[in-house]
């Protein structure tokens, strides 16, 4: 596969989404469960433990210290999925994940991958649509949807609208007129992720968006609601493994 494509950074409610070609890393470890595929040509991943070749599919356990290298010529899929979430939580039970790397997946047929334009094109709200299909076809089950309690979804949007600000648990819950521990309890359960970790990923995915819209580092800090450039800095390689400019600047 050799299209041309800018790489790709998306992001929605503690799950991100890194499409990249060729992308060699050196070790690092983050907090975050990692789904790596290519849609061509095999990678190698190496750990303190083993090395893994000719891959095409692999589950990064959370914490594990790892070097990725991709081929040149072909693109990678990175999906990073917040330890706290009910994904998460899913995957680490399904695989009994630990410390080691699973690249060993009986039931996939990776003919059956979406291809390069598909992953490109997935909007934001089909993301996570797009990852449990993907785990379906991995598992012999498929984790259990249901519908967002209304006061979640408006507490979204409070915290949408002010990332620019000090967002506390308790000014949200109080606008949806809940006690601060009721919210925290139902938000857990709903979202899948406590409330500070989904705080953090929307700051995250503002700021990255603010870059993206040609606006300063600073000022995209700033709108994401990160005290300074060192800030925003240091929790980009704690999610991700790297730094931003070495993302931001393809």
């Given at each position: 596969?050799?299209?041309?494509?800018?790489?790709?950074?998306?992001?929605?409610?503690?799950?991100?989404?890194?499409?990249?070609?060729?992308?060699?890393?050196?070790?690092?470890?983050?907090?975050?469960?990692?789904?790596?595929?290519?849609?061509?040509?095999?990678?190698?991943?190496?750990?303190?433990?083993?090395?893994?070749?000719?891959?095409?599919?692999?589950?990064?356990?959370?914490?594990?210290?790892?070097?990725?290298?991709?081929?040149?010529?072909?693109?990678?899929?990175?999906?990073?999925?917040?330890?706290?979430?009910?994904?998460?939580?899913?995957?680490?039970?399904?695989?009994?994940?630990?410390?080691?790397?699973?690249?060993?997946?009986?039931?996939?047929?990776?003919?059956?991958?979406?291809?390069?334009?598909?992953?490109?094109?997935?909007?934001?709200?089909?993301?996570?649509?797009?990852?449990?299909?993907?785990?379906?076809?991995?598992?012999?089950?498929?984790?259990?949807?249901?519908?967002?309690?209304?006061?979640?979804?408006?507490?979204?949007?409070?915290?949408?609208?002010?990332?620019?600000?000090?967002?506390?648990?308790?000014?949200?819950?109080?606008?949806?007129?809940?006690?601060?521990?009721?919210?925290?309890?139902?938000?857990?359960?709903?979202?899948?992720?406590?409330?500070?970790?989904?705080?953090?990923?929307?700051?995250?995915?503002?700021?990255?968006?603010?870059?993206?819209?040609?606006?300063?580092?600073?000022?995209?800090?700033?709108?994401?609601?990160?005290?300074?450039?060192?800030?925003?800095?240091?929790?980009?390689?704690?999610?991700?493994?790297?730094?931003?400019?070495?993302?931001?600047?393809s």
């Amino acid at each position: 596969m050799r299209q041309t494509l800018k790489h790709k950074l998306k992001f929605i409610d503690g799950i991100a989404l890194y499409i990249g070609k060729g992308i060699a890393t050196n070790p690092h470890r983050h907090f975050a469960l990692e789904i790596v595929l290519s849609l061509d040509k095999p990678f190698e991943i190496l750990t303190t433990e083993k090395t893994y070749s000719n891959c095409q599919f692999a589950i990064i356990p959370k914490n594990i210290k790892h070097q990725f290298i991709g081929n040149q010529d072909d693109h990678q899929v990175f999906i990073y999925i917040d330890p706290f979430h009910q994904l998460s939580n899913f995957i680490e039970k399904q695989f009994e994940l630990s410390e080691f790397v699973i690249t060993d997946f009986p039931l996939l047929d990776h003919s059956k991958f979406a291809t390069l334009q598909q992953w490109v094109e997935i909007e934001n709200n089909k993301l996570l649509d797009t990852i449990e299909n993907l785990l379906g076809q991995i598992t012999d089950k498929k984790s259990i949807k249901h519908n967002t309690d209304s006061r979640i979804s408006k507490s979204f949007e409070y915290i949408s609208n002010n990332l620019d600000k000090n967002i506390s648990i308790s000014s949200v819950a109080k606008s949806i007129f809940l006690s601060e521990s009721r919210y925290a309890h139902l938000f857990k359960l709903e979202v899948g992720i406590p409330f500070r970790r989904y705080v953090l990923w929307q700051r995250m995915q503002k700021t990255i968006q603010s870059i993206l819209e040609g606006n300063s580092l600073t000022s995209a800090c700033y709108d994401g609601g990160f005290s300074d450039i060192s800030h925003f800095n240091k929790v980009f390689q704690q999610m991700f493994g790297t730094t931003p400019s070495a993302v931001l600047k393809s």
